[in-house]
């Protein structure tokens, strides 16, 4: 769900002369699908049909890998970014009942990105951020010590 991508010419003829140099060197998968998420925001599935015509590599290995890595998202990801982190320390100090939170509050599921385009869900690993446990992001921004009615606050906040 969520906002619509943009898949201009233009935007296609970029990826194509970046895939030009990635195909020159070993493994040129990787590098094209950072390219992508880069030049579109996400890959979805008309890009990675692209790819893999370019790449002679199926559209379903190539979406195996970019629902597989959090880097990628097949989806727009929304104006705001929340990021739970469910490493060790965060779970064990209640992440878990943070994330639920914001879902319910949101309406979506990790992963997803609300219909107007303003929050998309992730959870995390570690951020490296434990003694502050339990953490979440919001692009890219830390809060620690999070509690249901801080993450409520904040998403009232961004909503205004
Ligand atoms: S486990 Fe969450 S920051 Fe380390």
Do not use: W
């Not at 390219?35 to 199926?58: M, N, T, W, Y």
């Not at 979440?136 to 010590?145: A, D, I, P, Q, W």
């Amino acid at each position: 769900m969520g906002t619509n991508v943009d898949i201009t010419q233009e935007k296609i003829d970029q990826l194509l002369a970046e895939m030009a140099e990635h195909k020159k060197k070993q493994g040129p998968l990787m590098p094209t699908l950072h390219s992508a998420q880069r030049i579109f925001g996400c890959i979805p599935i008309q890009v990675q049909k692209i790819i893999s015509k370019e790449l002679d590599i199926s559209v379903a290995r190539i979406n195996g890998v970019v629902t597989f890595y959090g880097h990628f998202s097949v989806v727009p990801k929304g104006k705001n970014v929340i990021s739970v982190c469910l490493g060790t320390a965060c779970y064990v100090k209640g992440s878990e009942g943070i994330l639920d939170t914001i879902a319910h509050e949101l309406k979506i599921s990790v992963g997803e990105t609300t219909d107007d385009g303003m929050f998309t869900l992730k959870e995390t690993r570690c951020i490296g951020a434990c003694g502050l446990a339990p953490v979440f992001m919001v692009n890219g921004e830390v809060y620690g010590n999070a509690s249901v009615q801080m993450v409520k606050d904040i998403i009232t906040k961004l909503k205004n």
